[in-house]
C-alpha cells in the first residue's frame, strides 16, 4: 500500500523536474509548472470522479480497473462494502429465522420493555392471549390480558415458577404464563396452552378422591370385625398375634385413606380458605388434653398461650394442621421427651409453634419433607402408623390462610415447626393471656 504513495511521490517530482528542466531549456519555467502540475490535476480530477461515479452505481457497476493509489483507494472501499453487505446479509438471514422460530413455536412469545408496555408478540401469542397485531403494540400486557392473578403475579417479581390461567380468550383452554426478567427490566412473557395437563390432573384428583371414597367403607367394615375379634375370648388364642397385626394395618390403612380424602378435598377447593372466627387457643388447650389420655406420649406437654387472637380461616384445616404438626412431634419423639406448643402473635400477624426434643429431622430430607408420601425413615413412620400425608396437608392448608410453614431440625435433637399467619388472617388484638 505505501509503495503505491511512494511511486506516486516519485511520479509527482519527476514530472516538476521535467516542467523545471523544460522550463530552464525553453523558457518560461512557471508555464512549464502550472501545465504539468494542470495536466496532474486533470488526471486526479477524473479518477477522482470515476470513483464517485461508481461508488454511486456500485451495485450495478464493476469498480473501475484503476492502478496506483486510485486502485487502492477502490481495493479499500470494495472490501468495506463487501464486509458491510455481508453482515447485513447476516442479520437480515438472522431476523428470519428468529421470526420463523417464533412462529414455529408452540409457545405464544411476548416482549415487554420495563414499563410492561408490549413490543412484539408471535403469531401464537395473538391466539392464545387474543392480542392483536399493530392495535396492542406499546398497550400494557394487564390492560389486554385482565386478571388479578396476573397483576399479582407480574407485580411480585418472583417468576421462579409459571402462573396457571384460565385463557382470556376461551374458558375452556387454561394457559400457564411464565415471565423471564432479563436486561434492563425488560421482560418476556411465555405463554403455553395446558388445557391437557389440567385435564389429566384434573383426571388424577377425580380418581384418588373417588378411590378413597369407595374405600373408606370396605375398610370400616373390616376394622369393625377384627376390633370385634380381636376382643372376642372365644377366638383361638394362637390368632391373637395374627389378628392384632391385621387391625393395625387396617388402622393404617384407614389412616391413609382418610388423609388422601382430605387432601382431595383441599385441592378441590382451590383458592383461599374461608373466614370463620377460630379460638385457637381453646382448640390448642383441647388438642394437649387429648395428647395427654394417650398411652405413650413424651413426659412432657407444655402449652403456652401468649395471645388471645382468634384466626379468620377454615375451623377444619386449622383443626387438621395444627393436630398433625402436634401428633407428629408426639411421634417423633420418646416418652423422656418434651413437646412445646405456643400461640403467640407480633406486628407480622400470628404464630403457632410446636418444639419437640424428639428423632429430628437429617437436613438432607428438609427440603422434601412436605411432598406427598416423604419419609425419613420408612420403617419407623410405618410402625408410627404414619400416612406420610400429614405434612403434605399442613403445607396445603396453609397456603390456603396465606400462611408459611417454617421448619428447623437437627438430627437426634429435636424439630421445630412453625406457621407464620398474615394479620389479615388474625381477628383480634393481641393481649397478654397466662397459659
Ligand atoms: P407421617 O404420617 O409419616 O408422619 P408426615 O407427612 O406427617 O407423615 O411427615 C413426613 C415425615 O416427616 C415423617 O415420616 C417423619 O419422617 C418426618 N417428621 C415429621 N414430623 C417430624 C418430627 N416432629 N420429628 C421428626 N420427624 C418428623
Not at 50 to 74: A, H, K, Q, S
Not at 292 to 297: A, N, S
Not at 335 to 348: F, H, K, Y
Given at each position: 500500500m505505501y509503495a503505491a504513495w511512494s511511486f506516486a511521490l516519485v511520479r509527482f517530482l519527476g514530472a516538476v523536474a521535467v516542467a523545471v528542466a523544460g522550463g530552464l531549456v525553453f523558457g518560461h519555467v512557471e508555464l512549464w509548472l502550472l501545465g504539468v502540475l494542470g495536466a496532474y490535476l486533470v488526471f486526479h480530477l477524473s479518477?477522482?470522479?470515476?470513483?464517485?461515479?461508481?461508488?454511486?452505481?456500485?451495485?450495478?457497476?464493476?469498480?473501475?480497473?484503476?492502478?496506483?493509489?486510485?486502485?487502492?483507494?477502490?481495493?479499500?472501499?470494495?472490501?468495506?462494502?463487501?464486509?458491510?453487505?455481508?453482515?447485513?446479509?447476516?442479520?437480515?438471514?438472522?431476523?428470519?429465522?428468529?421470526?420463523?422460530?417464533?412462529?414455529?413455536m408452540p409457545d405464544g412469545v411476548v416482549v415487554m420493555n420495563a414499563e410492561r408496555e408490549i413490543l412484539w408478540f408471535n403469531r401464537n401469542a395473538m391466539t392464545l392471549l387474543g392480542l392483536r397485531r399493530k392495535v396492542d403494540f406499546g398497550q400494557r400486557i394487564e390492560n389486554l390480558v385482565r386478571h388479578p392473578d396476573f397483576t399479582k403475579y407480574l407485580n411480585g417479581n418472583d417468576y421462579a415458577l409459571p402462573l396457571v390461567l384460565r385463557s382470556p380468550v376461551a374458558t375452556d383452554v387454561f394457559l400457564s404464563l411464565h415471565v423471564v426478567a432479563y436486561g434492563a427490566g425488560q421482560r418476556l412473557l411465555l405463554a403455553r396452552d395446558v388445557s391437557r395437563q389440567m385435564r389429566i390432573e384434573a383426571m388424577r384428583k377425580d380418581f384418588v378422591a373417588n378411590a378413597s371414597h369407595e374405600l373408606r367403607s370396605p375398610l370400616t367394615v373390616i376394622s369393625g370385625y377384627l376390633d370385634t375379634m380381636v376382643d372376642d375370648p372365644t377366638v383361638d388364642p394362637a390368632w391373637r398375634g395374627p389378628l392384632e397385626e391385621m387391625r393395625r394395618q387396617a388402622e393404617r390403612m384407614r389412616a391413609v385413606v382418610n388423609d388422601l380424602l382430605e387432601l382431595s378435598k383441599l385441592e378441590a377447593a382451590g383458592g383461599e380458605a374461608g373466614e370463620d372466627l377460630v379460638d385457637v387457643g381453646g382448640m390448642l388447650a383441647l388438642m394437649?388434653?387429648?395428647?395427654?389420655?394417650?398411652?405413650?406420649?413424651?413426659?412432657?406437654?407444655?402449652?403456652?398461650?401468649?395471645?388471645?387472637?382468634?384466626?379468620?380461616?377454615?375451623?377444619?384445616?386449622?383443626?387438621?394442621?395444627?393436630?398433625?404438626?402436634?401428633?407428629?412431634?408426639?411421634?417423633?419423639?420418646?416418652?423422656?421427651?418434651?413437646?412445646?406448643?405456643?400461640?403467640?402473635?407480633?406486628?407480622?400477624?400470628?404464630?403457632?409453634?410446636?418444639?419437640?426434643?424428639?428423632?429430628?429431622?437429617?437436613?438432607?430430607?428438609?427440603?422434601?419433607?412436605?411432598?406427598?408420601?416423604?419419609?425419613?425413615?420408612?420403617?419407623?413412620?410405618?410402625?408410627?402408623?404414619?400416612?406420610?400425608?400429614?405434612?403434605?396437608?399442613?403445607?396445603?392448608?396453609?397456603?390456603?390462610?396465606?400462611?408459611?410453614?417454617?421448619?428447623?431440625?437437627?438430627?437426634?435433637?429435636?424439630?421445630?415447626?412453625?406457621?407464620?399467619?398474615?394479620?389479615?388472617?388474625?381477628a383480634a388484638r393481641a393481649t397478654a393471656v397466662s397459659a
Open positions: 479518477r477522482l470522479f470515476r470513483l464517485w461515479r461508481w461508488l454511486r452505481r456500485r451495485r450495478t457497476e464493476d469498480p473501475p480497473d484503476f492502478g496506483g493509489v486510485w486502485g487502492d483507494v477502490v481495493a479499500l472501499v470494495t472490501r468495506i462494502y463487501r464486509r458491510k453487505q455481508f453482515h447485513k446479509r447476516r442479520i437480515v438471514q438472522l431476523f428470519r429465522e428468529f421470526r420463523r422460530l417464533t412462529t414455529a394437649r388434653k387429648e395428647v395427654l389420655t394417650l398411652d405413650q406420649r413424651p413426659k412432657e406437654i407444655v402449652l403456652r398461650l401468649d395471645s388471645d387472637a382468634k384466626l379468620l380461616g377454615s375451623e377444619a384445616e386449622l383443626h387438621s394442621v395444627f393436630a398433625n404438626l402436634i401428633g407428629n412431634a408426639v411421634k417423633y419423639t420418646p416418652a423422656s421427651g418434651r413437646v412445646d406448643i405456643r400461640w403467640w402473635t407480633d406486628t407480622q400477624g400470628a404464630h403457632f409453634a410446636v418444639r419437640d426434643t424428639g428423632v429430628g429431622i437429617p437436613a438432607a430430607h428438609l427440603p422434601r419433607i412436605t411432598e406427598r408420601f416423604y419419609r425419613v425413615d420408612p420403617g419407623r413412620a410405618r410402625a408410627t402408623g404414619g400416612s406420610g400425608l400429614g405434612l403434605a396437608i399442613v403445607k396445603h392448608a396453609l397456603q390456603r390462610h396465606g400462611a408459611a410453614l417454617e421448619i428447623e431440625s437437627e438430627e437426634g435433637k429435636g424439630s421445630l415447626f412453625t406457621c407464620h399467619f398474615p394479620l389479615r388472617r388474625v
